[in-house]
C-alpha cells in the first residue's frame, strides 16, 4: 500500500527552538508540498517540490525553509518557532503530471509554547 | 489562496439519507478532486473529473461538474455513520504550473446513527 509518512504525529515545541518536520513517501512521486491546516482558514500552501534540491514558494512561505535531498525525502524546518505557528501540518506526494491526486501523511499537530 | 469554496460548511444527516456538497470556484480548471479527512488525520482522495466531463461514479459517491457554472458537487448516497468527516474540493487551475492544488474549506458532515 502506498504511503506517505510523517515522523511526528504530535509535538511540542518551545517558542525560539529550531524544528524539523520529515515526510517520507515510497511511491517514487516526483511533487511533494508542505500545507498547514488551521480552523477556518482551510489547507495552505507552503512549499512544494517538483524535484531533488527543487523547491518553490507556495503562499505562506514565512517562517519556513524546506530541504528536499532526496527524492522520498521532503523536510518542512521551522527556523525560529513561534507560537503562531502552532497547526496542524500535512506532508503531500504527487505524480508530476496533471490528472493524479495527491496522497496525503496523517499530519503532525505541532504546539508551540 | 483558496480558489474553491464548499457549501454547506456544515452538514448534520440521518444514516441512509443522501448528502450533497458544493463546491463553487473563480477560474478555469483542468480537473476538480474531492477529498475527505476523518478528524484529526490527513485527507483521502476521493474522486477526480476532469474539465471535459460532466459526472462521474465511485461507489456511493456521484460527482458532477458544470464548467459554465463554475461549480460542482459531490453526493453520497445512503451514508453511514462512518462517512461522518470534513469533505474538501480540490481544483487544479489550467493557467497554473504542473499538478498544483488548490483547497476549498471544506464541508463538515456529521451522519448520526
Known amino acids: 500500500d502506498v504511503k506517505v509518512t510523517q515522523s511526528s504525529r504530535y509535538l511540542v515545541k518551545r517558542t525560539g527552538e529550531k524544528v524539523f518536520l520529515e515526510c517520507v513517501q515510497d511511491?517514487?512521486?516526483?511533487?511533494m508540498f508542505w500545507y498547514r491546516q488551521d480552523p477556518g482558514l482551510g489547507l495552505r500552501l507552503i512549499y512544494f517540490?517538483?524535484?531533488?534540491?527543487?523547491?518553490e514558494k507556495g503562499d505562506i512561505p514565512e517562517g519556513y525553509s524546506v530541504s528536499r535531498e532526496k527524492k522520498e525525502r521532503f523536510s518542512l524546518i521551522l527556523e525560529s518557532a513561534s507560537t503562531n505557528q502552532t497547526s496542524m501540518y500535512l506532508c503531500?506526494?504527487?505524480?508530476?503530471?496533471?490528472?493524479?491526486?495527491?496522497?496525503f501523511g496523517s499530519g503532525t499537530r505541532l504546539t508551540v509554547v | 489562496s483558496q480558489q474553491g469554496e464548499e457549501d454547506p460548511q456544515a452538514l448534520s444527516i440521518q444514516e441512509g439519507e443522501n448528502a450533497t456538497m458544493n463546491c463553487s470556484y473563480k477560474?478555469?480548471?483542468?480537473?476538480l478532486q474531492w477529498y475527505r479527512q476523518n478528524s484529526g488525520r490527513g485527507l483521502v482522495h476521493l474522486i477526480l473529473?476532469?474539465?471535459?466531463?460532466r459526472e462521474k461514479h465511485s461507489g456511493r459517491l456521484r460527482v458532477t461538474l458544470d464548467t459554465s457554472k463554475k461549480s460542482s458537487s459531490l453526493l453520497i448516497t445512503a451514508s453511514r455513520a462512518a462517512d461522518t468527516a470534513s469533505y474538501f474540493c480540490?481544483?487544479?487551475?489550467?493557467?497554473?504550473?504542473?499538478?498544483?492544488?488548490?483547497f476549498g474549506g471544506g464541508t463538515r458532515l456529521m451522519v448520526k446513527p
Open positions: 503531500a506526494s504527487s505524480l508530476l503530471p496533471r490528472d493524479y491526486g495527491y496522497t
Open positions: 511511491m517514487d512521486h516526483e511533487n
Open positions: 517540490s517538483y524535484d531533488v534540491k527543487m523547491k
Open positions: 477560474t478555469s480548471i483542468n480537473n
Open positions: 473529473i476532469r474539465s471535459n466531463e
Open positions: 480540490a481544483t487544479d487551475a489550467l493557467t497554473g504550473a504542473g499538478n498544483m492544488l488548490t
